[in-house]
């Protein structure tokens, strides 16, 4: 070889070297992860259809599914600059039927919170929405009457009563950026997740009266350490088991908090990060929808830092698999996957909050298993 082609060849060995420690970090977070060989799902291409009219969505704030599998989607009025001029934003809540098709739409933006946040259906099929950004939760018919809030439009619970002071996490009247509400059928009381400003699980009897709370601020020390009730910062979602405990993301903390219904904690079940260190970016632990078998088998969690749907095993809470990857552009992809739904087929629905702004639909691959992200 003479010495020019030797020049090359380390040049280029040497720019392999390079490139190669740049990616190594993913490669050994991605290698130190248990194999996975759980359930398999897929990107529904069909699925949903065309907006009508000129309608364009927002960041979707959450998405929840009744019982007759249409599935429910929150939308935020803020286009990207531009797209203000020739479009329109979306209704709030947008009702959709298992084709994919828009079946109703409805919401006055004046009377909700500017940043919807999650919705959960009860036994009855009424819709709850959390009130982000503002101070109350509101309770809707399927068609979208108004039947009950709680809190005040504009006023949270903070020393002045505005966004932006400190947080009291004390109000049996108001929140401070609620992210979600789940209703126990068993009695119709209400467990609020109390959610950006607020570390809290409040709790509300059916007519509204407050019974109690617990959750405060926690480090990622006392995370890491397991001590329940304390959030690391965002208190983002809870959901009720068909168990009668009260699963709570810890989003920051990258874990889910499980409580019985007086607030005793039980355990917790982490969700370690993938590609990033623990504790950093947006929180693994971002929300929860359980499979919709009686025993719900399966939890899936939308971690915001890796831009993944996990699933776990709800009872041992080891991970079985997850699917989507890091992306908004391409079809499967996940930017922000802020809100989950599961419908009685299996079908998993995410929808994405800030750069993602779309609603996408994963189907299960009969038989099949995964032992990566799809």
Not at 44 to 65: F, H, N
Not at 99 to 125: E, K, P, Y
Request: net charge positive; proline share 6%; aromatic share 10%.
């Amino acid at each position: 070889m003479n010495t020019k082609r030797c020049a090359g060849a380390l040049a280029l060995t040497a720019a392999v070297v390079l490139a190669s420690s740049f990616w190594r970090p993913d490669v050994s977070a991605q290698s130190a992860q248990p194999p996975l060989n759980g359930p398999q799902f897929e990107v529904d291409p069909s699925w949903p259809k065309q907006l009508p009219e000129r309608w364009v969505t927002g960041e979707l704030g959450g998405v929840c599914v009744d019982a007759n599998d249409h599935v429910f989607v929150l939308s935020r009025p803020n286009l990207y600059p531009g797209i203000e001029e020739i479009a329109q934003p979306a209704p709030p809540v947008m009702e959709f039927d298992q084709t994919g098709n828009v079946v109703n739409s409805w919401g006055n933006r004046q009377a909700m919170a500017d940043a919807l946040h999650v919705c959960s259906f009860d036994a009855q099929g009424n819709i709850w929405i959390a009130g982000n950004n503002d101070g109350f939760i509101q309770k809707y018919s399927h068609d979208g009457k108004l039947l009950m809030q709680i809190g005040v439009k504009g006023k949270v619970d903070s020393a002045d009563g505005k966004l932006q002071s400190r947080f009291l996490n004390a109000s049996p009247v108001a929140f401070y950026s609620p992210t979600q509400v789940a209703v126990d059928p068993a009695n119709g009381d209400l467990f609020v997740a109390d959610g950006y400003g607020n570390k809290r699980v409040a709790v509300f009897d059916k007519t509204g009266k407050f019974l109690r709370q617990w959750g405060r601020q926690g480090t990622t020390a006392e995370a890491a350490a397991g001590v329940g009730g304390a959030f690391v910062n965002i208190v983002h979602c809870v959901v009720l088991g068909n168990d009668g405990l009260v699963y709570v993301c810890d989003r920051n903390g990258d874990r889910i908090q499980v409580f019985d219904k007086t607030g005793a904690f039980k355990r917790n079940i982490p969700v370690p990060s993938v590609f990033r260190p623990s504790y950093t970016g947006n929180g693994t632990g971002g929300n929860v929808v359980f499979s919709r078998d009686p025993d719900q088998k399966y939890m899936f969690i939308g971690d915001f830092s890796n831009k993944l749907i996990r699933v776990f095993d709800r009872v041992s809470g080891k991970e079985l698999s997850r699917f989507g990857r890091p992306g908004s552009h391409q079809i499967g992809g996940l930017a922000s996957p802020h809100g989950i739904a599961v419908d009685s087929k299996g079908n998993v629905y995410v929808g994405e909050s800030l750069d993602g702004r779309r609603v996408q639909r994963f189907k299960p691959v009969p038989g099949g298993t995964a032992t990566s992200a799809r």
